[in-house]
């Protein structure tokens, strides 16, 4: 049984994969234009499945980080291996969120 308590419009969501817990703070991996990844503080309001809904810290149409990033840290470089477009919806699904993996040198 599923039943709908109530309805966000424009949330912001990202795979609930994307967010990280470190010991001072929750974050995501934001990928920059250069592929070099940052990170960015964020409070997370309400997880759903695999979907995380997202208070501060991100905006709509960034690309976060949702596989590898035990192996990453602030400036490391990723190759974008599969992105998921934005929803056409608007600003409920905005932020794309792309499985990145740390590139091997």
Not at 60 to 66: I, K, L, N, S
Request: aromatic share 4%; net charge positive; proline share 7%.
């Amino acid at each position: 049984v599923h039943l709908t308590l109530r309805v966000l419009h424009h949330a912001l969501t990202i795979l609930s994969a994307a967010v990280n817990h470190g010991p001072e703070q929750t974050f995501a991996y934001v990928i920059e234009a250069d592929h070099k990844v940052r990170v960015s503080p964020i409070t997370v309001t309400q997880v759903q499945g695999a979907q995380a809904i997202i208070g501060t810290g991100l905006k709509p149409g960034q690309a976060v980080v949702t596989d590898g990033q035990m192996s990453l840290k602030p400036g490391s470089t990723v190759i974008i291996r599969n992105a998921m477009p934005a929803s056409p919806g608007g600003a409920a699904n905005a932020l794309a969120e792309k499985y990145s993996y740390p590139r091997t040198q």
